[in-house]
């Protein structure tokens, strides 16, 4: 299961093997972009760096966190939709299922709260994958928190 955080500037990723005990993490990491680079070159390396994630990884499946606009900041909506873009073409050009999971979805999913904050989702992370550090950046927790909620949810 690979769960995906769209960013411009920093692209969580999250694969994970789900079994009845215990989740395994196999790998999660960030793609990042140059913010003084053209938006061009900055969407074209997210799918190029994915798609070589995708070719070494093989993931049967994917979720991303689905995109929402908040009237305070409708900025980050449109950059995060560029990212978003780049993800769901790399996916689709691998042959993956892609579901659109919701963030309030994803944190109630792991923590009880729909609302809670980045350093909850991080804590959760640390609890459930018995992690002996908090996951950093906190993109890669959120990409293992749409892993785990859409494994749990049976891809």
Not at 23 to 35: C, K
Not at 79 to 91: K, N, P, S, T
């Amino acid at each position: 299961m690979l769960g995906i955080d769209p960013g411009l500037n920093i692209t969580g990723y999250a694969v994970v093997e789900l079994s009845r005990f215990e989740p395994a993490i196999v790998e999660a990491g960030t793609i990042r972009t140059d913010g003084k680079s053209p938006m061009a070159a900055r969407i074209q390396q997210i799918h190029a760096d994915l798609t070589q994630v995708l070719s070494e990884l093989n993931p049967d499946f994917a979720a991303v966190e689905k995109l929402y606009a908040h009237y305070k900041h409708p900025r980050t909506s449109i950059l995060m939709a560029h990212a978003r873009g780049a993800v769901l073409l790399a996916c689709r050009q691998a042959g993956l299922s892609v579901r659109d999971l919701p963030a309030t979805r994803i944190k109630k999913s792991l923590t009880g709260n729909g609302h809670a904050s980045k350093r909850q989702v991080q804590r959760a992370i640390q609890a459930v994958c018995k992690l002996t550090e908090l996951p950093e950046p906190p993109d890669v927790a959120d990409a293992l928190a749409i892993a785990l909620c859409a494994g749990r949810m049976g891809g």
